[in-house]
């Protein structure tokens, strides 16, 4: 069935079109809310709520733009209103702003050499702290500005970017570990 048809099963309320959406879209949603949730089963809750929120409102997709896109933002949505549900983060918090020129930062290469597989990735990404997370996903995912960051989580545009940057750094530093492990192993193995 074509993408259009089966939106438009779905606003017919066509259980079986629900189940091939879901099954079509699931699985990138899922990987979508794994990178703001700290566990999978959170991210299942936020893929369930974020399916019956885009099931709900599908009358009202206008058929111009990305279909995929749209559902992702619903998710990206849920995952932002999940995360201040459980006050994972204080949106209302001072960061200490870091004083720092992203142009400025060191060089990756030692980094780049290495290759990380997309469970690594991901599991590396998880363990970075909450607010710290969502500003990364948001900002090299998401594509969005800071000014949209800011808007979207109630902090302001300087905190976004002090987050970012932090994130960067704490990111580096663990895929660094990660790397000084694989090649010990790869030394031993």
């Known amino acids: 069935m074509e993408e259009n048809e089966l939106i438009k099963a779905c606003i017919k309320n066509d259980q079986q079109a629900y189940n091939l959406l879901f099954k079509k879209y699931g699985p990138i949603m899922l990987l979508v809310c794994m990178r703001y949730m700290s566990d999978e089963d959170e991210a299942k809750d936020v893929l369930q709520n974020g399916f019956i929120k885009v099931f709900k409102s599908i009358k009202s997709f206008k ?7 749209w559902i992702k933002k619903i998710m990206i949505n849920e995952a932002l209103g999940a995360l201040r549900q459980k006050k994972k983060f204080n949106l209302d918090s001072a960061d200490v702003y870091e004083k720092t020129d992203l142009a400025a930062e060191e060089s990756d290469e030692d980094i780049n050499q290495y290759q990380f597989t997309q469970d690594e990735l991901l599991q590396t990404l998880k363990a970075l702290p909450e607010n710290f997370k969502v500003v990364f996903n948001l900002y090299c995912f998401e594509k969005y500005s800071h000014k949209e960051i800011a808007k979207a989580l109630s902090i302001k545009t300087e905190t976004s970017r002090s987050r970012l940057t932090r994130a960067r750094k704490i990111l580096k530093e ?3 570990e990660l790397a000084t492990q694989k090649e010990k192993l790869n030394e031993n193995g």
């Open 174 to 176: 663990k895929l660094t």
């Open 63 to 69: 058929f111009n733009g990305s279909f995929e896109g």
